[in-house]
């Protein structure tokens, strides 16, 4: 079992820019891929970003490419979500989870263990 605590969200300005973390407990991250998603009211939950903790490959969507970057610190058993450049569009409960089928999915059904998300805010 892991559990997975987000943090770092919050209210932003345009342009802005935020670090999400997602702590894992129970057990380390090893060969998982960790994946951040977003749902904005009334939206389906939406693929952001994912990592393989234990190999090379990180995949992003399109509509964040140069802006956000995804990244792991192995001491802290964390995976961090830098936002940069932020938009009003970015505005959304951000959600990291983790899979244990080692594929850089975009599909929410390729994750086993969600956290409770972190309320990302961007005014314009």
């Known amino acids: 079992q892991v559990q997975l605590v987000e943090s770092g969200g919050g209210l932003v300005q345009a342009g802005g820019s935020l670090r999400l973390s997602c702590a894992a407990s129970g057990r380390t991250f090893n060969s998982y891929v960790v994946g951040w998603f977003r749902q904005a009211p009334g939206k389906e939950r939406d693929f952001v970003a994912a990592i393989d903790w234990s190999g090379p490959g990180i995949y992003y969507v399109d509509f964040v490419k140069g802006r956000f970057t995804i990244t792991r610190d192995n001491a802290k058993n964390t995976v961090l979500l830098q936002m940069n450049r932020l938009k009003p569009e970015d505005t959304a409960v951000y959600y990291c989870?983790?899979?244990?089928?080692?594929?850089?999915?975009?599909?929410?059904?390729?994750?086993?263990?969600w956290g409770q998300g972190t309320q990302v805010t961007v005014s314009s």
């Open positions: 989870a983790a899979g244990s089928r080692r594929i850089l999915s975009q599909l929410t059904t390729s994750y086993d263990y």
